[in-house]
């Protein structure tokens, strides 16, 4: 399983997640509070997209908690 996960990571990050990061970036850019210094949960963080954009906003030591089910 954790093979094919990996052999599918170049694919996504290359295509749909592309996008995804692109749309996290605008969702966040437009939240109604500044995320700056915020402590932020990413809950259901899936590919992590919104944690990223959250840390490239300055949410608190730019490392957001991310959590993903399984």
């Known amino acids: 399983m954790a093979l094919a996960y990996s052999a599918t990571g170049v694919a996504w990050e290359t295509g749909p997640g ?3 990061d692109v749309l996290s ?4 850019q437009h939240s109604p509070i500044d995320v ?14 919104a944690s990223r954009a959250l840390a490239r906003a300055g949410a608190r030591h730019r490392f957001p908690v991310a959590i993903a089910a399984e």
Do not use: K, N, P, S
């Open 18 to 20: 592309r996008i995804y």
């Open 36 to 49: 700056r210094d915020l402590l932020m949960l990413d809950l259901g963080a899936g590919t992590g997209a």
């Open 25 to 28: 970036d605008v969702l966040v």
